[in-house]
Protein backbone atom coordinates (compact mmCIF):
# COMPACT_ATOMS: atom_id res chain seq x y z
CA UNK A 1 0.00 0.00 0.00
CA UNK A 2 1.32 3.42 -0.86
CA UNK A 3 0.99 4.94 2.99
CA UNK A 4 3.27 2.05 3.89
CA UNK A 5 6.02 4.55 2.35
CA UNK A 6 4.60 7.83 3.83
CA UNK A 7 6.95 8.58 6.44
CA UNK A 8 6.23 10.77 9.55
CA UNK A 9 8.85 13.15 8.82
CA UNK A 10 9.49 13.69 12.91
CA UNK A 11 12.63 14.95 13.61
CA UNK A 12 15.10 12.04 15.02
CA UNK A 13 15.51 13.55 18.46
CA UNK A 14 11.33 13.92 18.27
CA UNK A 15 11.47 10.60 17.26
CA UNK A 16 13.54 8.85 19.79
CA UNK A 17 11.41 10.66 22.21
CA UNK A 18 7.97 9.55 21.37
CA UNK A 19 9.05 5.81 21.26
CA UNK A 20 10.85 5.97 24.15
CA UNK A 21 8.01 7.52 26.16
CA UNK A 22 5.16 6.01 24.48
CA UNK A 23 6.03 2.35 23.69
CA UNK A 24 9.34 1.47 25.33
CA UNK A 25 8.61 2.92 28.81
CA UNK A 26 4.70 3.55 28.10
CA UNK A 27 5.11 6.66 30.43
CA UNK A 28 2.37 8.79 29.35
CA UNK A 29 -0.35 6.10 30.28
CA UNK A 30 1.63 5.52 34.13
CA UNK A 31 1.22 9.64 34.08
CA UNK A 32 5.44 9.69 34.33
CA UNK A 33 6.06 11.66 30.78
CA UNK A 34 7.55 14.82 31.05
CA UNK A 35 7.16 17.74 28.63
CA UNK A 36 8.25 21.25 28.62
CA UNK A 37 8.62 20.42 32.39
CA UNK A 38 5.22 19.20 33.27
CA UNK A 39 4.56 16.27 34.02
CA UNK A 40 1.33 14.64 31.25
CA UNK A 41 -1.31 11.52 31.53
CA UNK A 42 -3.80 10.42 29.35
CA UNK A 43 -5.65 10.82 32.55
CA UNK A 44 -5.54 14.83 31.72
CA UNK A 45 -7.22 14.15 28.54
CA UNK A 46 -10.72 14.72 29.92
CA UNK A 47 -12.78 15.68 26.69
CA UNK A 48 -14.83 12.71 25.34
CA UNK A 49 -12.97 9.79 23.24
CA UNK A 50 -14.59 7.89 20.90
CA UNK A 51 -12.10 4.50 20.74
CA UNK A 52 -12.66 2.23 18.10
CA UNK A 53 -10.50 -1.15 17.28
CA UNK A 54 -11.23 -3.61 14.88
CA UNK A 55 -11.46 -7.05 16.04
CA UNK A 56 -8.07 -8.52 13.50
CA UNK A 57 -6.53 -4.98 13.54
CA UNK A 58 -2.54 -6.20 13.15
CA UNK A 59 -1.61 -2.26 13.51
CA UNK A 60 -3.69 -1.66 16.64
CA UNK A 61 -4.41 -5.02 18.48
CA UNK A 62 -8.07 -4.59 19.64
CA UNK A 63 -6.85 -5.56 23.19
CA UNK A 64 -4.49 -2.81 23.24
CA UNK A 65 -6.68 -0.44 22.21
CA UNK A 66 -9.41 -1.74 25.02
CA UNK A 67 -6.79 -1.84 27.67
CA UNK A 68 -5.40 1.55 26.45
CA UNK A 69 -9.22 3.12 26.69
CA UNK A 70 -9.02 2.73 30.66
CA UNK A 71 -6.43 5.11 30.71
CA UNK A 72 -7.99 8.53 30.13
CA UNK A 73 -9.45 10.71 32.00
CA UNK A 74 -12.92 11.31 30.67
CA UNK A 75 -15.79 9.94 28.92
CA UNK A 76 -14.74 7.12 26.48
CA UNK A 77 -17.00 5.44 24.01
CA UNK A 78 -15.21 1.91 22.75
CA UNK A 79 -16.40 0.17 19.80
CA UNK A 80 -14.69 -2.85 18.37
CA UNK A 81 -15.59 -3.59 14.43
CA UNK A 82 -15.44 -6.71 13.01
CA UNK A 83 -12.48 -7.39 10.38
CA UNK A 84 -8.99 -5.64 9.88
CA UNK A 85 -7.42 -2.23 10.13
CA UNK A 86 -9.00 -1.00 6.76
CA UNK A 87 -12.22 -2.97 6.10
CA UNK A 88 -13.22 -2.62 10.30
CA UNK A 89 -13.63 0.99 9.65
CA UNK A 90 -14.35 1.51 6.07
CA UNK A 91 -17.76 -0.99 6.24
CA UNK A 92 -20.90 0.58 7.49
CA UNK A 93 -23.31 -0.90 9.98
CA UNK A 94 -25.62 -0.93 7.10
CA UNK A 95 -23.96 -3.13 4.97
CA UNK A 96 -24.21 -5.53 7.12
CA UNK A 97 -20.90 -7.18 6.14
CA UNK A 98 -19.42 -6.59 9.08
CA UNK A 99 -20.79 -6.51 13.19
CA UNK A 100 -19.63 -4.16 15.82
CA UNK A 101 -19.86 -4.11 19.49
CA UNK A 102 -20.49 -0.33 21.50
CA UNK A 103 -20.74 -0.38 25.44
CA UNK A 104 -19.01 3.14 26.36
CA UNK A 105 -15.71 3.19 28.50
CA UNK A 106 -14.60 -0.84 28.78
CA UNK A 107 -14.88 -2.51 32.29
CA UNK A 108 -13.60 -6.18 32.70
CA UNK A 109 -11.79 -8.64 30.94
CA UNK A 110 -11.79 -8.41 27.56
CA UNK A 111 -12.86 -11.76 26.87
CA UNK A 112 -15.65 -11.09 28.52
Not at 21 to 29: G, P, T
Not at 60 to 72: D, E, N, Q, R
Not at 95 to 108: D, F, S, V
Request: net charge negative; aromatic share 12%; proline share 4%.
Amino acid sequence: LYWNADSTRMAAANHSFYLRNCYLENRLSQGEMELAGRVVSLKDVTIPVYNLASKEDHIAPALSVFLGSKYFGGEVDYVLAGSGHIAGVVNPPAAQKYHYWTGGKPTGDFNE
